[in-house]
């Protein structure tokens, strides 16, 4: 039989400058969408860089453009909100430490029972810094705390006392005992079933009246304890997702082998379920960082409420659209820095799971 030399393909065609540019017809559409969307903010550069007034007084912000001048004398206000000028080192130290500890907690290499002991011991620090009246400093009512520190701290003692809870309704809800389950049950549904506006106003208003007369409890704590079982309910779910991923091999195996309820929940069921979550775990750590933006309405002078309160300064042109821009930029950074390390764990992760 004759060979037959083989045929070299057929050459392609060149594609149309337009095709190499755009894409396909969807693509293209994007692309002069978002060209587009982007002329049509260049007045907004305009306002807020070329025209901008970055320092000066409110006279010079009357010209027109943003005035970022007025972030720079309020921001000492936006910040720490009413806490007394004489005494916002504490504060700053409280931000210090949250971050630090934070950067401590990154690896999982330090989860342990020492890191969530670091945790108390640290927010106890934070807490007798930010109130005072020992070692000398002034005692500050927690009615004069705002701004960022009081934002970080309520998200950090809402998550971090939720999420025990969020563990044990978790189990609950998937326990074979019927009074735990429907206990579970009916916290997680009610919860979720009230919006967080009026799970605040239960808490600020009246929780008061159901307790004894002689028991007080500071506004803010009833606003953590509000934000704590919020996070809770939602967290508990997230979670329940996570195991039921695992199905009940691992936890048959665990007890063939006489392992205890409690170690296997620690030490095998729970860090699986964990690592198979991190993205909507992520996502309800995120959305609770927001939603302390919500406490200004129950009277908690949070950064937004601080910044509410800084805008409303007469002698300054309405800088409100620069103030909440400037708050928005500081939740963003918060919000994106959580997002980046998730990414970053999950594929720590994936890494393990292929090694």
Known sequence: MEHIAARPAPAKPPAPILRILFGDAVSALITVGVIGLIV???????????????????????????????????????????????????PVVVIVLILAMVVASLSPRFWNAGLALLWGGAIAV?????????????????????????????????????????????????SNLPVVKGISVCVIELVRGLPLIGLLFVAAILLPLLLPSDWTIDKLGRTVAALTIFAAAYL??????????????????????GISYWKMVWHIILPQAIQKVIPPLTNTAIVMVKNTSLVMIVGVFDMLGAGRAAAGDPAWPAPFTETYLFVAAVYFAICFGISVYARWLERGVKRKSYA
């Open 126 to 174: 934070m807490l007798v810094l930010m109130k005072g009246g020992v070692f000398g400093m002034v005692d500050v009512p927690t009615a004069k705390w705002g701004g960022l520190p009081v934002t970080l701290l309520l998200a950090v003692l809402s998550l971090g006392m939720g999420f025990p809870l969020a563990v044990l309704l978790a189990l609950g809800r998937q």
């Open 236 to 257: 508990a779910e997230v979670l329940r997702g996570g195991l039921q991923g695992l199905g009940k091999g691992q936890a048959e195996a665990a007890q063939g082998l």
């Open 40 to 90: 049509m903010m260049l007045p907004v550069l305009d306002w807020a860089v070329f025209d901008a007034v970055w320092q000066g007084d409110a006279e010079a912000c009357r010209a027109g453009g943003a005035c970022w001048a007025y972030i720079h004398d309020k921001a000492r206000l936006i910040l720490f909100g009413i806490y007394p000028p004489d005494q916002q080192w504490r």
